[in-house]
């Protein structure tokens, strides 16, 4: 029988939603491992829009769940309706919209505030003792969950000053890797990979992806 993660976007574009080519190659890992998946986002507006040419804010507002079907070919599921019972794992690509639509990391840091209903989940899923696969800066909004309550071990990538205080504000450690690679923290079965947190190479991406959701397979 088939596995089934649960993945949930955030959007449409990396300054204000899902960073796209982190999102395809997650799908595209999960195809490759023989993964069902189902797609949910919530179905309200994303805190701005940007335009991705100027990377300026333009003056209008789009839906986090009508963007996101650009990616999932319209075959999207309202967050509300995520059960976590009905599913193996989860897994997040990264992307802005984490960090303004799921919470406000993008402006607040460690001292940030993450949205109730996809805290709600993150805690579900690590409730039931089920894996979460953490992509780009989705390390943050995790570690930002259980901020206060467990110390996770996760990465974003280079070891530099600003990456360590972020995740170490949030009460987790932070573990620096190398391109290519990823970092396991067993005792909360969490997999996280830096991707576009510091590689600009397609084809490291979707090695340090496919690792993660590698890691959730083998736990399934």
């Not at 406000?104 to 894996?131: L, M, P, V, W, Y």
């Amino acid at each position: 029988m088939k596995k089934n993660v649960a993945v949930i976007l955030s959007g449409c574009g990396y300054l204000d939603g899902s960073e796209i080519r982190e999102a395809v190659l997650t799908l595209l890992s999960l195809d490759e491992l023989d993964l069902t998946y189902t797609i949910f986002e919530p179905d309200k507006d994303q805190h701005h829009v940007v335009n991705h040419v100027t990377n300026l804010e333009e003056n209008e507002e789009r839906n986090i769940m009508i963007e996101s079907a650009r990616i999932a070919r319209g075959e999207i599921t309202p967050l509300a309706e995520l059960n976590v019972n009905d599913f193996e794992s989860l897994i997040l690509p990264g992307g802005f919209g984490v960090a303004k639509n799921f919470s406000s990391i993008a402006f607040d840091g460690s001292n940030a505030t993450i949205t109730e209903d996809i805290d709600n989940i993150i805690q579900e899923f690590h409730r039931q003792d089920k894996k979460i696969g953490a992509i780009c800066i989705v390390p943050a909004l995790i570690a930002l969950s259980f901020k206060g309550k467990k110390c996770l071990q996760v990465t974003l990538g280079d070891d530099n000053e600003s990456n360590r205080n972020l995740i170490e504000g949030m009460d987790s450690k932070y573990i620096p890797t190398t391109p290519g690679t990823i970092c396991i923290d067993e005792t909360h079965k969490i997999a996280s990979c830096a991707a576009y947190m510091r590689s600009p190479k397609l084809s490291i991406i979707h090695q340090e992806i496919k690792q993660v959701v590698e890691y959730l397979a083998k736990t399934l």
